[in-house]
């Protein structure tokens, strides 16, 4: 595994690495290793960082040491979350033209995949799930919709996500689901926070 180290601050480091699953694994590793400061994963970075004052002197010497060892970490081990799912998006029948096959055929092939939370981004409890192979990749909306809907199933690039709230959002909508995915009276608040397995089933 290599990555470079940028400090940001004496309160964080940024670890730059090669993809989102390098950065999951390393940020399961660091974890266990580093429990007293926050370890934020994103597409191609970590983020180590102190809630309060300045990073203990020994952290870069730890990041450093993970990142020298085999990427043998497993960023899928994590608790699986099933998500009931209403396959009636507005844009399953065009993501279906893409992926050569039917609505049928979507659903049938996201129901059939784990998906992992590889990072979380753009709203609070927005999970980027990875899973899904490069050639099903589908390009995000020309024009973002102005409101896409709390619960919505969406895909874009090789990406799947689930919107918490109503937002603006250019993903390809395929379905729905009823699940809270944002709570904070919940520990942790994201329902998919990073290292989570998720299973999209039928509602």
Known sequence: ??????????????VEVDGPATAAGLASRL???????????????????????????????????????PADADPGSGRLVELPVHWDGPDLDDVAARWGTDASGVV???????LTSAFCGFAPGFAYLAGLPAELAV??????????PAGSVALADAWCGVYPGASPGGWRLVGRTD??????????PALL???????????
């Not at 595994?1 to 940028?6: K, S």
């Not at 926070?193 to 509602?203: E, F, I, K, Q, Y």
């Open 1 to 14: 595994m290599t990555g470079r180290l940028v400090r940001c601050g004496p309160g964080a480091l940024v």
């Open 31 to 69: 974890r266990t290793r580093l429990p007293l400061l926050g370890v934020v994963p994103g597409a191609e970075s970590v983020l180590v960082q102190a809630a309060h004052g300045s990073l203990p002197d020994d952290v870069a010497a730890v990041v450093a040491a993970a990142l020298a060892e």
């Open 108 to 114: 049938a092939r996201l129901e059939a995949t784990e």
């Open 139 to 148: 390009p995000r909306l020309a024009a973002p919709r102005p409101r896409v």
């Open 179 to 188: 699940v809270a995915l944002w709570d904070l009276d919940a520990d942790p």
């Open 193 to 203: 926070a990073p290292g989570t397995r998720v299973r999209l089933v039928p509602a």
